[in-house]
C-alpha cells in the first residue's frame, strides 16, 4: 500500500506471469499482455507502473537490437561486461557496429534517462510525479526503438544452422573435409578388451 492506495497488477504477480518473466523468449502474446497492462493502468490513472512496464519495454529492445548487432558484427554474443553498458552507451555501439541510429534518437534517449533518474531519486517524496506526458513520451520512444528492432531483423541475414551452433559452443567446428577417413575399418587391430 502506497499513500492508501493498493497497486496490484494481473500482469506482474499473476501465476501465468511468472513463468514469462522466467523465459528467454518473447512472443506477441508477452507484448500484448504488457501493453494491456500499461493501458489498465493510464485507465486507472496509475502512471507509475505504467512508466516501469515501459521502460522496461524500452531496455529489452535497446538490448536485443544491441545483442543482434554484435553478433552480426564480431561472430559472439556480447560479454556480461558489455550487457552491462548503459542504454545510451549501447545505442552508441550500435552506431559504431554498423547499424545507423540518428542524432535524434540519442538526444531523445539522454533526455528520458535524465527524467528517469529524477523520478527514481525522487520517488521516496515525490511517488505519484510521474504524468500521463512521461508515460506517453516513453511509449512512443519505445514504438519507435521496435520498429528500429523490425528492420534490423529485415535486413540482417539469418544465420545458418552451422553459425548457431558456432556460437553457443563459442568456437568453430572441425572442417569435415579435415577429417581422416578410415578405407577399410576392419583392418585396424581391435582395441584392448
Known amino acids: ?10 500482469f506482474l504477480f499473476s501465476e501465468e506471469s511468472k513463468g ?3 523465459s528467454k523468449f518473447r512472443t506477441y502474446e508477452t507484448y500484448k499482455q504488457l501493453f494491456e497492462e500499461v493501458n489498465e493502468y493510464n485507465r486507472l490513472k496509475k502512471y507509475h507502473p505504467s512508466y516501469v512496464l515501459l521502460y522496461s519495454f524500452l531496455e529489452d529492445r535497446i538490448n536485443r537490437i544491441y545483442k543482434d548487432q554484435y553478433k552480426y558484427k564480431n561472430k559472439r554474443l556480447p560479454s556480461p561486461d558489455e550487457m552491462e553498458n548503459s542504454l545510451f552507451r549501447k545505442l552508441l555501439d550500435i552506431n559504431r557496429l554498423g547499424f545507423t541510429i540518428r542524432e535524434s534518437v540519442l538526444v531523445k534517449l539522454k533526455k528520458l534517462r535524465e527524467r528517469r533518474n529524477v523520478v527514481i531519486h525522487q520517488a521516496l517524496f515525490h511517488f505519484d510525479s510521474i504524468t500521463k506526458e512521461d508515460v506517453d513520451e516513453l511509449r512512443k520512444f519505445g514504438r519507435g526503438m521496435d520498429k528500429l528492432r523490425k528492420r534490423q531483423r529485415e535486413l540482417l541475414p539469418k544465420p545458418s544452422k552451422v553459425d548457431d551452433i558456432k556460437l553457443r ?6 572442417s569435415v573435409s579435415k577429417m581422416r577417413e578410415i578405407k577399410n575399418p576392419t583392418s585396424y587391430p581391435k582395441s584392448n578388451r
Do not use: D
Open 169 to 174: 559452443l563459442g568456437y568453430s567446428l572441425p
Open 20 to 22: 514469462i518473466e522466467m
Open 1 to 10: 500500500m502506497v499513500s492508501g492506495v493498493v497497486i496490484q497488477s494481473h
